[in-house]
Nanobody, 115 residues
Framework: QVQLVESGGGLVQPGGSLRLSCAASGVIFSLFGMAWYRQAPGKQRELVADITKFGNTNYADSVKGRFTISRDNAQSTVYLEMNSLITEDTATYYC?????????WGQGTQVTVSS
C-alpha cells in the first residue's frame, strides 16, 4: 500500500524559510515522479514543483528562484526547500507520487506565512 507522509510545515515570518519532507513507503520510489502541490483556502490545488525519476525539475512561475525540489532515492524522500517566503505561499502543501497513470497523495502539511 502506497503511503506518503509529509512533514516540516509550520508558521514562519515573511522572508523566512522552511523545508518540507515527504517520506514514501510501499513504492519503488526511484520509479516514481514526485511533486508538491498546494491549496490555499478558497482556491484550487496548484502544482508547485515536480521532479522526474531522472531528477529533472519543473517549477511554478510564482516560486521559481525561491523554492527547490529534490529527492533522495535511498531514503525514499522528496524535499521542498522554501526560501524568501511570502504571505501568498500560505497553503496546505501536498506531496504526490505518480507512476504508470496512477497518482497517490499525502495528507498535507500546513504552511502559514505571517508576521
Amino acid at each position: 500500500q502506497v503511503q506518503l507522509v509529509e512533514s516540516g510545515g509550520g508558521l514562519v515570518q515573511p522572508g523566512g524559510s522552511l523545508r518540507l519532507s515527504c517520506a514514501a513507503s510501499g513504492v519503488i520510489f526511484s520509479l516514481f515522479g514526485m511533486a508538491w502541490y498546494r491549496q490555499a483556502p478558497g482556491k484550487q490545488r496548484e502544482l508547485v514543483a515536480d521532479i522526474t525519476k531522472f531528477g529533472n525539475t519543473n517549477y511554478a512561475d510564482s516560486v521559481k528562484g525561491r523554492f527547490t525540489i529534490s529527492r533522495d532515492n535511498a531514503q525514499s524522500t522528496v524535499y521542498l526547500e522554501m526560501n524568501s517566503l511570502i504571505t501568498e505561499d500560505t497553503a496546505t502543501y501536498y506531496c504526490s507520487a505518480r507512476y504508470s497513470g496512477s497518482t497517490y497523495w499525502g495528507q498535507g502539511t500546513q504552511v502559514t506565512v505571517s508576521s
